[in-house]
């Protein structure tokens, strides 16, 4: 259990297997999201994270294993984890970083071999890192869909739909609106959405104000409407499965009806 000790002081084998499982868990969830558009955004926080936990027992520091701990908790958590990406990522620089981490790391290990003297914890480390994220940029680059999605118009809205028999939508209604949520397993593609009262067609925007195409498992978006609007309308196609077209239907009784909002 303590093959890596003469490398990393500090670090059993057992250590290291466990990190090295976090480590391809992560990059599997990048390549994922790569395939559906999204790239890494707070999720980068996963690198460092690797790193407090790798330096902890290395430099004798027990508080980077917290930090360590804590930012791979909110990497896997945080609400923007994932940000849509516009276009392909880039892959030259990941390229670069993961060439020159593989070639700094079989250097470090060449040296360590051969006895020669210097500590090469640091320049492994460093290896490790430029390999970690030269890989996640590499896989996001690859695994982004080479065709993209032709969006939804207005045409969704007279196309045959269905109201699925247990819904892919929840709502919250809040003193300006309605704030939808995905509660499905995975992205929707998001058409155009109505208040129950108008017969229109509205795109879902993000907080920016931007066409919000996309609403991934667990995402949220915000529906604004007046106090005496009584339900919303939201058409959308599941990315996975069938493609077909789906209304989400929700009613509930306007507050000028009630003293407060109360979902049917």
């Known amino acids: 259990m303590d093959t890596l000790t003469p490398l990393l002081p500090g670090v059993s084998g057992l250590f290291g297997l466990s990190l090295l499982l976090l480590a391809a868990y992560w990059l599997g969830r990048v390549w994922r999201e790569a395939r559906h558009g999204w ?5 980068w926080w996963t690198v460092p994270g690797l790193l407090g936990l790798l330096l902890a027992p290395v430099l004798e520091v027990p508080a980077l294993f917290g930090m360590g701990a804590a930012l791979l ?6 609400p923007l984890g994932y940000r849509r990406a516009r276009r392909r990522p880039g892959w030259t620089w990941p390229l670069v970083a993961a060439l020159l981490g593989a070639a700094l790391g079989a250097s470090a290990l060449h040296q360590s071999a051969s006895g020669a003297g210097a500590d090469q914890t640091l320049p492994l480390v460093a290896a490790l890192t430029l390999l970690q994220c030269g890989m996640a940029g590499l896989i996001a680059s690859v695994a982004f869909p080479r065709t993209k999605r032709s ?5 969704t809205r007279w196309e045959p739909n269905r109201v699925p028999e247990w819904p892919d939508l929840s709502v919250t209604l809040t003193e300006r609106g309605a704030q939808i949520r995905n509660v499905s397993r995975s992205a929707l593609r998001l058409a155009g959405w109505s208040p129950r009262s108008v ?3 509205l795109l879902v925007r993000d907080p920016q104000g931007q066409p919000l195409n996309t609403l991934r498992a667990g995402q949220s978006a915000f529906l604004p409407l007046a106090h005496h609007e009584g339900g919303v309308r939201v058409w959308y196609v599941p990315v996975r499965g069938p493609q077909e077209t789906r209304l989400f239907r929700a009613d509930w009784t306007p507050v000028q009806a009630q003293g407060s909002r109360v979902l049917n």
């Open 73 to 78: 908790l909110l990497a896997e958590f945080w």
């Open 151 to 155: 969006e939804l118009g207005f045409r």
């Open 199 to 201: 017969n229109g067609w």
């Open 39 to 43: 790239r890494p955004g707070a999720a």
